[in-house]
Structure formats: C-alpha cells, structure tokens
Nanobody, 121 residues
Framework: QVQLVESGGGLVQPGGSLRLSCAAS????????MGWYRQTPQKQRELVAT???????NLADSVKSRFTNFKDNVKNTVYLQMNNLKPEDTAVYYC???????????????WGQGTQVTVSS
C-alpha cells in the first residue's frame, strides 16, 4: 500500500501565504517524480509544480514568480510554498506521486485526497 497525504490548505486573504505538504508513505521502493495539481469545478485539473528525484523543479507560468516547491527526501515529503496568493489560486490541490512500489516492476501514479485552498477577503 502507498499513501499520499496532503495538508496545509485553508482560507487565506489575497496576498497571503500557505505551505502545502504531501507525505508519501507505505511500501515505496523509489520515488521518481512528485507533483502538485489543482482543480476547480470550472476547470480541468492543471499542473502546478513538479520535482524530480534529483531535485529539478518546474512550475507553471501562472505561479512561477509566487510559488516554490521543494522536498525532504528523508521524510518522503514535498512542499508547495505559495506566496502572494490570488483569488484565482482557489482550488483543490492534489499531490501526485510517480513512483515504484516495493516488489513492483513498473512506475505508477498515486494521488492524494486533495486539500482545499481558498483565497478570499
């Protein structure tokens, strides 16, 4: 079993900050990539950020100047630091783990349950 558990969402005013966490646990052999996606009822799920096993990060253009993502390999946890939040950042944020489970031979995607971020005054 593999679990990805997000935390850190909530309500924040425009211009505020939040830090999301995603902890991967279970029978994991190796994590190849991890990413953050977000979704609203009006939009398809969109990619926000990714980070590779080597630490290379990528951010969507819409958040590049405001968000950063980083990880703690010891804890198998990735973080999304979100600054200068805007109302259009309001969404459910999902963590994705692209990983190989112990005893498995292929890479698979595992999703967290999502955490709500609401930016409103």
């Amino acid at each position: 079993q593999v679990q990805l558990v997000e935390s850190g969402g909530g309500l924040v005013q425009p211009g505020g900050s939040l830090r999301l966490s995603c902890a991967a646990s279970g029978s994991i052999f190796t994590i190849v990539n991890m990413g953050w996606y977000r979704q609203t009822p009006q939009k398809q799920r969109e990619l926000v950020a990714t980070i590779t096993s080597g630490g290379t990060t990528n951010l969507a253009d819409s958040v590049k100047s405001r968000f950063t993502n980083f990880k703690d390999n010891v804890k198998n946890t990735v973080y999304l630091q979100m600054n200068n939040l805007k109302p259009e950042d309001t969404a459910v944020y999902y963590c994705l783990g692209d990983l190989i489970r112990a005893g498995d031979a292929v890479r698979r995607d595992y999703w967290g349950q999502g955490t709500q971020v609401t930016v409103s005054s």
